[in-house]
């Protein structure tokens, strides 16, 4: 990023709306074509910190607000990288850009706060704000930038409807009986529960063909809390 176009691509940055993937991948390789000391890449990351269910739209434009707001302090462009993520480009100190972050992180942990109460705890800091020098760490900067792009390349090429789902991890599973566990049957099946794909296994035996449970039978058989039905499903 030559001085002219650092200037141009800054200037009035405070009260702009944030620019997209594309842009971001232009100035990127702008910079590499003619290097300068001083220019960080800085990643804002909802989609790395934050469960899917807690990145509403209305959390995530009130994050790219305060983003936008910071950035313009230190003349950064902002640009939303993916529906959840922003970055910034900006030509900063390292003194004042460790100022910089501490103020991204601040904003974004009080504006996750009053929007989720009592979530302060269970966010992963580390992960929220990363910087890049572009001089030391281009390659880094470079290669996620191009997660974010392949990621977008992506949804673009897959119908809405032909999007897999991954399978559960062991994280996902100790989430799922910690809210069991906080609700209670009744009011867990009600909340995330409307039918199971069930499939019986019987050891020496061919697995049986899928049967399509209700939530009541799925509450009624695989959820280890009394229920008013079982006498009726068994």
Partial sequence: MSASHAAASQAGAAHDKPKDLRALVQDMGHWRHAPEG??????????????????????????????VTI????????????????????????????????????????????????????IDQSRLVLSYDLVANYRSAADRVAKYAEIAQRQVAEPEGDKQLRPLTTVDIKNVMKAYEKFGTDKFVKAFVRSQDVMLNIKGKAPGPPVRHSARRCRCRFLPAPCPYSRASS
């Avoid at 462009?77 to 100022?99: C, H, Q, R, W």
């Fill in 71 to 122: 950035a313009g302090k230190h003349r950064g462009t902002t640009y939303a990288v993916s529906p959840f993520d922003f970055a910034i480009m900006v030509k900063i100190n390292e003194n004042i850009l460790v100022g910089m972050v501490r103020d991204l992180k601040v904003d974004m942990l009080r504006t996750i706060e009053k929007n989720f109460p009592g979530s302060f705890g269970t």
């Fill in 38 to 67: 001083g220019v960080n890449l800085i990643i804002i990351s909802a989609s790395a910190a934050l469960p899917e269910t807690k990145r509403t739209q209305e959390l995530i434009n009130q994050i790219g607000e305060g983003v």
